[in-house]
């Protein structure tokens, strides 16, 4: 009866991913939020989303901060990890105007890979193994429990990225 197929072992994916379309949203409620607020009256601010990036414009680096809180906080009640946005430096703009914008950061980098796999070795638990593949990290093992010790142990470390796990197969 045995083919000599071995059954496939536990794995699950580890990927950073960013919900774009609650990215979208959050950045319509700080435009709208802008045209209203009187702090930012006359400070020709503005905020744009591109598909890597949110770019951020107004009247000087005090109200560009205050734009930056309002972003954040509507990313979080959105529940987009802040760890997602990579905020690049502030620019001089024309017009006595300051500029900046946010990269976001989506997928593992081929580093950021090997920094997890480095991490997960460092836990020794027997059996387990990661391996890169393209933007997410595939860890298997023998048994379920190193597997959720794994999750959890990512959970607990501050790695820089967020993290998901997903098709957790048995």
Not at 44 to 50: Q, R, Y
Not at 52 to 78: F, N
Not at 99 to 119: C, H, P, T, W
């Amino acid at each position: 009866m045995d083919s000599g197929i071995l059954p496939p072992m536990p794995s699950f994916d580890v990927v950073s991913e960013v919900d774009m379309q609650e990215v979208r949203n959050a950045v319509d409620q700080v435009a709208r939020e802008l045209t209203t607020r009187y702090d930012f009256k006359g400070t020709n601010s503005s905020i744009e989303l591109t598909p890597t990036e949110i770019k951020m414009a107004t009247a000087s680096e005090d109200r560009l901060s205050a734009l930056r809180v309002m972003l954040e906080e509507k990313l979080v009640k959105r529940k987009v990890s802040l760890k997602s946005i990579d905020y690049g430096k502030v620019e001089e703009a024309s017009g006595a105007t300051v500029r900046q914008s946010a990269a976001i950061v989506a997928g593992i980098s081929s580093d950021k890979a090997r920094e997890l796999n480095k991490f997960i070795k460092a836990l020794n638990l027997k059996g387990i193994q990661s391996q890169a593949q393209g933007d997410q990290l595939r860890v298997t093992g023998k048994k379920r429990d190193d597997l959720q010790a794994v999750i959890t142990a990512l959970k607990e470390a501050d790695l820089g990225v967020p993290l998901q796990f997903n098709n957790f197969r048995d």
